[in-house]
């Protein structure tokens, strides 16, 4: 338990970013899955259409830190690929 004032803030400040990101790191997943089944069907269109929201999606949460900028580019590469592939 913690001792000081700040330590309680602290503790109370992390539990809320905590619940903020993984509602962050929620909605970057569905829409990865949600591209991905685009794929998996074959339906370029609906693909290619939903591939900017994902992006801004997709940096939005790598700009605050939920995952790393790195790892955001990378999967923006890959999914455009595939998506390419089609």
């Known amino acids: ?10 503790v109370r400040r992390v539990n809320k970013q905590t619940s903020v990101n993984r509602i ?6 569905s829409i990865i899955k949600e591209i991905s089944l685009l794929i998996a069907a074959k339906k370029k269109k609906e693909a290619v ?8 999606q997709l940096m939005k949460i790598a700009k605050v830190g939920v995952i790393k900028r790195q790892t955001a580019s990378r999967k923006i590469s890959r999914l455009t690929k595939k998506i390419n592939k089609l």
């Open 49 to 56: 259409k939903l591939l900017p929201k994902f992006n801004s």
């Open 1 to 10: 338990m913690p001792n000081t004032k700040s330590a309680i803030q602290r």
């Open 24 to 29: 962050r790191k929620s909605k970057y997943k």
